[in-house]
């Protein structure tokens, strides 16, 4: 299930000592994808649960919370559910990045108190997901749930920036299906390592550029902040 790991973060929850694991494989297929080598078939070494645990034991009141990516960490099911279990039990936050495919999964998880945040990749418009292969009914029920819940977890939403599918007209687009969103991250993709060969041959979009449209979509006042990373 897991096949890399960070073992000390500063930056992976917000104001909080983490470590990291990466889960393999996704269901999306981003070209812009940094991480590709956890989404397809590879040959890394699965790292042993045993090994984590023992890492967690000897760390309790050291690290805060503990960080699950990927890859796609919600394809793993009940073994996730049960690694989560054990970490909780241990007096661990639990973040879970994902891309808001299986919402069934937010939902029951969230409400059993399993997940403390929840980072949310919001690709596209919800009607434009086949350009990552996935399926933006089951993202939007995803993010609908979180902006609507009345749970205890926190959730942050966030959008990579990649000129081929972004510009401020489709980034407007997506303001207003997020009406009501405390935050919206936005992080410019990188071009030095990519999924797709092709995708590698573009270039990001510069800072003042994001930071114009950042100040033209707050006008609309439709979310609490965009913050660019």
Same mark, same amino acid.
């Given at each position: 299930?897991?096949?890399?790991?960070?073992?000390?973060?500063?930056?992976?929850?917000?104001?909080?000592?983490?470590?990291?694991?990466?889960?393999?494989?996704?269901?999306?297929?981003?070209?812009?994808?940094?991480?590709?080598?956890?989404?397809?078939?590879?040959?890394?070494?699965?790292?042993?649960?045993?090994?984590?645990?023992?890492?967690?034991?000897?760390?309790?009141? !050291?690290?805060?919370?503990?960080?699950?990516?990927?890859?796609?960490?919600?394809?793993?099911?009940?073994?996730?559910?049960?690694?989560?279990?054990?970490?909780?039990?241990?007096?661990?936050?639990?973040?879970?990045?994902?891309?808001?495919?299986?919402?069934?999964?937010?939902?029951?998880?969230?409400?059993?108190?399993?997940?403390?945040?929840?980072?949310?990749?919001?690709?596209?418009?919800?009607?434009?997901?086949?350009?990552?292969?996935?399926?933006?009914?089951?993202?939007?029920?995803?993010?609908?749930?979180?902006?609507?819940?009345?749970?205890?977890?926190?959730?942050?939403?966030?959008?990579?920036?990649?000129?081929?599918?972004?510009?401020?007209?489709?980034?407007? !687009?997506?303001?207003?299906?997020?009406?009501?969103?405390?935050?919206?991250?936005?992080?410019?993709?990188?071009?030095?390592?990519?999924?797709?060969?092709?995708?590698?041959?573009?270039?990001?979009?510069? !800072?003042?550029?994001?930071?114009?449209?950042?100040?033209?979509?707050?006008?609309?006042?439709?979310?609490?902040?965009?913050?660019?990373?």
């Amino acid at each position: 299930m897991f096949k890399g790991w960070i073992k000390l973060s500063f930056i992976d929850y917000p104001d909080k000592l983490s470590t990291v694991l990466f889960t393999e494989r996704c269901n999306f297929r981003c070209p812009y994808c940094h991480n590709f080598d956890l989404v397809l078939p590879n040959n890394l070494e699965t790292i042993n649960i045993d090994e984590i645990l023992s890492f967690l034991e000897k760390r309790r009141k !050291k690290l805060d919370a503990v960080v699950i990516s990927g890859g796609e960490p919600l394809l793993h099911g009940k073994e996730l559910e049960d690694f989560i279990k054990k970490v909780r039990e241990m007096g661990f936050l639990i973040k879970i990045d994902t891309n808001g495919s299986f919402p069934e999964k937010v939902f029951d998880w969230d409400r059993r108190g399993l997940v403390d945040l929840w980072a949310v990749d919001f690709k596209v418009p919800f009607e434009r997901y086949d350009l990552v292969q996935g399926d933006g009914e089951k993202a939007k029920a995803t993010i609908r749930y979180l902006l609507e819940k009345n749970t205890t977890s926190a959730y942050e939403l966030r959008t990579t920036i990649f000129p081929r599918f972004h510009s401020i007209e489709v980034l407007t !687009k997506m303001l207003f299906e997020i009406e009501g969103a405390n935050l919206w991250y936005w992080q410019n993709f990188r071009n030095d390592r990519t999924l797709d060969e092709s995708a590698a041959l573009v270039e990001p979009y510069s !800072k003042d550029i994001l930071k114009e449209w950042k100040s033209r979509l707050e006008v609309f006042k439709k979310v609490g902040k965009i913050i660019i990373r």
